[in-house]
């Protein structure tokens, strides 16, 4: 089992539509989460960071996060094809722990 | 900008050889981090150190080693260079005290290709 899953997508998503990215974690003591969106040819960017049981938005970004069910996705309103990109989910388990990313999705908004 | 900085941006060697890669970490950023990305697949990660010290390590050989400097500058060296070897390979800083994000933030990488 990985220790962060993503579906690899992709996922294509009308402009100004709701995307909506998924992860799941197995390490039960985790404690930080956070979304990264790479452009093609780039280095991950960080989006969103989430620490407690809900949701966090910023702007056009919310993450939710539910640890009971080990859960995390980001959902991203109003979709631009500027948002075309693969996000990755990360997870980090402790202070000093390393952070664990998955595999990614590639999101396509098409006009 | 996220004043991580890497160098080369690119590199190509043959099977066998040797290569160093550089970090210089975001100033107030004490933590250093490596990771592997193959083309399609997410980072994944090789060690970290720690004020100079490895903390934490994935699933690479012993002919992937590191460095961290005073300074918290880093460096990644790969020995017996292998096919596989050919990645992005992504520098990444962050803070470790308590009470900090522990979030990372990307160099823009070193390609290197191993022909």
């Known amino acids: 089992q990985k220790e962060v899953e993503q579906n690899s997508g992709p996922l294509s998503v009308p402009e100004g539509a709701i995307a909506s990215l998924n992860c799941t974690y197995s390490d039960r003591v985790s404690q930080s989460f956070f979304w990264y969106r790479q452009y093609s040819g780039k280095s991950p960017e960080l989006i969103m960071s989430i620490y407690s049981n809900g949701d966090k938005e910023d702007g056009r970004f919310t993450a939710q996060l539910n640890k009971a069910s080990q859960y995390v996705s980001l959902l991203i309103r109003d979709s631009q094809p500027s948002d075309s990109a693969t996000y990755l989910c990360a997870v980090k388990a402790g202070m000093a722990s390393k952070i664990i990313f998955g595999s990614g999705t590639r999101l396509s908004i098409r006009p | 900008e996220t004043g991580v900085t890497q160098s080369p941006t690119h590199l190509i060697k043959t099977r066998g050889q040797q290569v160093t890669l550089r970090c210089s970490s975001q100033?107030?950023?004490?933590?250093v981090s490596w990771y592997q990305q193959a083309l399609g697949q997410g980072p994944q990660f090789i060690f970290q150190y720690y004020r100079e010290e490895e903390n934490g390590r994935g699933n690479f050989p012993p002919r992937f080693s590191g460095l961290q400097f005073p300074n918290y500058s880093s460096e990644l060296n790969v020995n017996a260079l292998e096919l596989d070897d050919s990645a992005l390979y992504l520098c990444a800083s962050s803070a470790a005290e308590q009470g900090s994000s522990g979030k990372l933030f990307f160099g823009s990488g070193t390609q290197l290709s191993v022909l």
């Open positions: 100033s107030g950023h004490n933590t």
